[in-house]
């Protein structure tokens, strides 16, 4: 059974990093673009970045030069570094195939704070 469960997230300050990692089981996502997501309770559900099963990245505007995608084939998981973190930056973050399968971890929550 395709499973997705990520980790990493925390309370960090403006400025700061955080690495979240998703570990994933399933075929369906070995063979899938991999993505990022965030949600925040006033916003729906975003594409932040993703990354084909070849490695070709892509990252959206707003994080652009601050957060890089990455993910290892062998142990099938998906990295998310998330550099010079802004308050906005706050969210749960969730990993998925892009386009997402009606499949969701736990997420992990990420606070940027002062």
């Known amino acids: 059974q395709a499973q997705l469960s990520e980790s990493g997230g925390g309370l960090v300050q403006p400025g700061g990093s955080l690495r979240l990692s998703c570990s994933n089981s399933g075929i369906i996502f070995r063979k899938a673009t991999m993505a990022w997501y965030r949600q925040t309770p006033r916003n729906q559900r975003e594409l932040v970045a993703s990354?084909?099963?070849?490695?070709?990245?892509n990252v959206t505007d707003s994080v652009k030069d601050r957060f890089t995608i990455s993910r290892d084939r062998v142990t099938n998981t998906v990295y998310l570094q998330m550099n010079s973190l802004k308050p906005e930056d706050t969210a749960v973050y969730f990993c998925n195939a892009y386009p997402s399968y009606d499949i969701w971890g736990q997420g992990a929550q990420v606070t940027v704070s002062s």
């Open positions: 990354i084909t099963r070849q490695g070709s990245p």
